[in-house]
C-alpha cells in the first residue's frame, strides 16, 4: 500500500499531530495546506513516488497570487494532465482547440519557453506573447478568468518551483 502525501514528507509523530490538529480545529487547515506546500518546495531530500497530483496541488496552493484553492486545483490537474506527455505539451493552432490549446500555452510558457522561442524565430511560428494572449481569450471564454488573470504569474511561479 503506498504512503499518503504526509505520510511521505513527515515521521509518524508529526504525521499524527498534523492530522489531529486538521480534524479538531477548522481554522488551521489553509495553514497546514500552507506548510505542506512550502515543504514540497523546499525540501529537496524528499521524492515524492506517489501521490503526484495531491503534491501538485499543494504545491500550487503555495501560490500566494491566487484566487482559491479552486484556482490552483485547475492548475495542478492541466499540468497533471500534460506530465508525461512531453511531446504533446507545444501548442498547435492546428489541431488544439479550447481549453487543450489554452492548457498546453500554460504549460509551454512556463516549462519550455526555449521552444515557443525557437519556433518563432526559426520556423515562422507566433511570438510566445500570442500564445499568451490567446490562452487567457480562451480561459475567459472559458469563464476561468482567475486563471486568465494570473496567467503570467502561474507561468513563473511553476517554472521556479518545479524546473
Known amino acids: 500500500m ?6 511521505q514528507l513527515y515521521d509518524s509523530k508529526n504525521c499524527e499531530a498534523l492530522r ?4 479538531t480545529d477548522p481554522s488551521s487547515r489553509p495553514s497546514i495546506k500552507q506548510a ?6 523546499t525540501d529537496s531530500r524528499k521524492i515524492i513516488v506517489s501521490n503526484a497530483i495531491d503534491a501538485l496541488f ?5 501560490a500566494k497570487f491566487a484566487d482559491s484553492e479552486d484556482e ?13 506527455k512531453v511531446k504533446e505539451v507545444i501548442p498547435c493552432m492546428s489541431s488544439d482547440f479550447g481549453l487543450a490549446f ?3 500555452c ?5 516549462f519550455y519557453p526555449q521552444a515557443l522561442e525557437k519556433r518563432w524565430k526559426y520556423h515562422g511560428a507566433p511570438k510566445p ?12 471564454t472559458f469563464d476561468q478568468q482567475d486563471i486568465a488573470a494570473h496567467h503570467e504569474q502561474w507561468e513563473a511561479f511553476l517554472s521556479e518551483v518545479l524546473i
Request: include cysteine.
Open 2 to 7: 503506498s504512503k499518503s502525501l504526509i505520510e
Open 20 to 23: 489531529s490538529l486538521y480534524d
Open 36 to 41: 505542506i506546500g512550502s515543504k514540497l518546495i
Open 58 to 62: 499543494m504545491i500550487c496552493l503555495a
Open 72 to 84: 490552483c486545483n485547475r492548475v495542478a490537474i492541466t499540468i497533471y494532465q500534460y506530465h508525461d
Open 102 to 104: 489554452s492548457s498546453k
Open 106 to 110: 500554460l504549460i509551454a510558457l512556463s
Open 129 to 140: 506573447d500570442f500564445y499568451r494572449q490567446l490562452s487567457k481569450s480562451i480561459l475567459k
